[in-house]
């Protein structure tokens, strides 16, 4: 087959079949995240459905059991619609040290870690959805505390100003988010966990993914983190540190380069 200009498909048929299979994967993942705790369901009510004399533990062992799965099912389906439904933004000029301290301040922190600040000073205001991205900001921080549990470690917390020499592309289907002369913002929180797995890393923001133990998130937080940071027009990007640990960074246009 040639690799011809004319041979290949068109841009926006390749975005079709992206689409589809993005979708078609979403769909997948929706039914293995129900069905899992729909089996568990099933399953305590067959044999709540046989005929057999039940201690009160095993009565209560088995109600654990399907309030478990219907808890499962109902926070799947409530993330599943908060990811699909469109988010309002209201921006505002925002300090991006502000925007960490906000979101740091809703999180509780433990004895066994230790954070530490390195702000850049005069540091120019980002045009940002004060609410949505504070809450983007808290759900990395919390990525990053509970990586590093239980033994505990340090979060580093940065900002810097970054200023883009020449226009960069993310992808073919996109345009560029940061063109030449732009000025961004960059907020780095890095951790001293245990990292993510290499072949693990391509995954981190597909919809349902998740590598936390079953019941303890639906794998969503990272979709919707991404979701908003996109409609920012900025950019999301995660590393495993040579050290140990990951590193996030968060680049996002200064106020005065909307």
């Known amino acids: 087959m040639s690799d011809s200009p004319e041979h290949q498909p068109p841009e926006n048929t390749l975005k079709q079949l992206e689409e589809a299979g993005a979708l078609s994967h979403f769909a997948s993942s929706i039914a293995h995240e129900v069905c899992n705790p729909l089996s568990q369901i099933v399953l305590a009510t067959d044999f709540l459905a046989n005929p057999r004399p039940l201690s009160d533990d095993m009565r209560k062992k088995i109600v654990g059991y399907l309030r478990q799965g219907a808890e499962r099912i109902d926070k799947a389906m409530k993330s ?29 922190l433990d004895p066994s870690v230790r954070v530490e600040k390195h702000y850049a000073d005069g540091l120019p205001p980002l045009l940002a959805d004060k609410k949505h991205l504070t809450e983007a900001i808290a759900h990395l921080i919390a990525n990053a505390l509970d ?36 000025h961004a913002v960059v907020i780095e929180i890095a951790d001293t966990g245990h990292g993510i797995h290499n072949s693990k890393m391509p995954l981190i923001f597909e919809a349902f993914y998740t590598t936390k133990a079953a019941g303890h998130g639906a794998g969503l937080g990272l979709t919707v983190t991404k979701k908003i940071v996109d409609l920012h027009h900025g950019r999301l990007e995660l590393s495993n540190r040579p050290e140990g640990g990951v590193l996030v960074v968060l680049t996002l246009k200064t106020a005065a380069h909307p």
């Open 80 to 108: 599943m619609l908060r990811t699909c439904a469109p988010i309002e933004t209201s921006m505002t000029q925002e300090s991006a040290s502000a925007l960490l301290d906000d979101a740091l301040a809703t999180l509780t």
């Open 147 to 182: 990586a590093m549990q239980p033994a505990g470690g340090t979060l580093t917390l940065t900002t810097s100003l970054k200023f883009f020499e020449s226009s960069e592309r993310e992808g073919w289907q996109r345009q560029s988010w940061f063109r030449a002369g732009d």
